[in-house]
């Protein structure tokens, strides 16, 4: 009797010597919410780990996406490791279906670390193929068996989720409502650090203005329309020329109400520039510009500090084809592509006149800058300007 004790607890010393089975890294804390037109997933373990060594130790890190209703889980989004030469860590997602998950591709995030342990990732819900609409989720944190002793009889992994139930995350569609002057009053171009070109269109809205959207929705061209405050009631439709804008990614500007020269500032240059904020938000259901065009270009000290006052960034251009006097479409297209650079901001026009040649010239215009590989950006994402949504 005494002889089986003493095995006993020998082999009791033993097992509580022995080091315990690898498991899955443990999730402390996640949460996914909405910021603007962004989801923003953090996670924090319980211990430090490494993007680039989840791969190498037979690991992942993933978030599950599922439908709010059914909870069928549609895709999964997965940290990866930086790329070769840079610091970030990446996300590819994979869409998920009965048959198990698709092909994953690396999307367009931004990945921080606040400490070893966490990791915050940001991304347009249209990256993990969902709209503003409610969805559910969990993280789920893997180890490849072995080393993990999978619960599961022939498991090729051992896996834990968190939280224990999928989570819902209510989503909505967000109205732009705003953007935020920053940098110097005037602006002529952008950072030519980037190869982005912004095309840019004066004194609609006007009888042709759906047309340019239209074309531009086409080519997925996003632009800058600066806009005459009177001719919005005549011209957009009651408003629906304007919120389409917004919806298709474009930016707003004010161009005065009447189109009157404005150098000398003044009373008169506030309410020109006021009445058509106001005309604005009224046909966009909130919205409030933060770019200004001076007819004619015509600028003054006392005009950018009267504009700055009111909130805006003056904005000028470095690429003037002159298409308002109508040169011809072979004309608007050599001008434009001839001094095309990196943070260009092109001055076309939408209105005033008929604009036939410009819309002929736009797609050759677009298509040759792509394949020069220019993006084409609104003015404020070409100066990096906050936008704000409710």
């Known amino acids: 009797m005494l002889l089986v004790v003493g095995l006993t607890a020998a082999a009791a010393t033993r097992a509580a010597a022995a080091p315990a089975a690898p498991q899955p890294l443990a999730v402390a804390s996640a949460s996914l919410s909405q910021s603007a037109q962004r989801l923003v997933w953090t996670v924090t373990l319980t211990a430090p780990f490494a993007p680039g060594a989840l791969a190498h130790d037979g690991r992942s890190l993933c978030l599950l996406i599922a439908a709010a209703r059914g909870g069928a889980v549609t895709g999964q989004l997965c940290v990866l490791g930086p790329a070769p030469g840079r610091r970030a860590p990446r996300l590819e997602f994979a869409p998920v279906t009965a048959a198990g998950p698709g092909k994953p591709s690396v999307i367009a995030a931004a990945v921080t670390r606040g400490s070893s342990r966490s990791l915050t990732a940001s991304f347009l819900p249209g990256a993990i193929g969902n709209d503003y609409v409610p969805v559910r989720w969990q993280v789920r944190s893997t180890l490849a068996a072995p080393p993990c002793v999978s619960s599961t009889a022939g498991g090729s992994e051992c896996a834990t989720l968190f939280p ?55 080519y997925h061209a996003p632009a800058t329309f600066f806009e005459i405050g009177r001719q919005i009631s005549s011209f957009g439709r009651g408003g629906a020329v304007e919120r389409r804008m917004l919806a298709d990614g474009d930016m707003i500007g004010d161009h005065t109400w009447s189109h009157p020269d404005l150098a000398g500032a003044g009373a008169f240059a506030r309410r020109q520039i006021e009445r058509t904020a106001a005309a604005i ?19 003054s000290p006392a005009l950018l500090r009267e504009a700055r006052s009111l909130g805006f960034t003056s904005i000028q251009w470095n690429i003037d084809p002159r298409d308002w006097a ?32 410009t819309l002929a010239a736009l797609p050759d215009i677009i298509m040759t800058l792509r394949r020069r590989g220019y993006q084409f950006v609104t003015v404020t994402q070409l100066l990096r300007q906050r936008l704000i949504y409710r």
């Open 326 to 357: 109508r040169p011809g479409v072979a004309a608007i297209e050599a001008n434009v592509l001839a001094n095309a650079r990196p943070g260009g901001i092109v001055e076309l026009h939408d209105g005033g006149g008929d604009r036939a040649q």
């Open 164 to 218: 224990a139930r999928p989570a819902l995350t209510r989503l909505h569609t967000p109205q732009l409502v705003g953007c935020i002057p920053s940098g110097p009053r005037l602006v002529y171009s952008g950072p030519t650090d980037r190869r982005e070109i912004a095309l840019t269109f004066d004194d609609g809205p006007w009888y042709q203005t759906a047309q340019f959207l239209t074309l531009l929705e086409r």
């Open 281 to 299: 938000r009224q046909a966009t259901g909130g919205f409030a510009p933060c770019l200004f065009r001076a007819p004619y270009g015509a600028l």
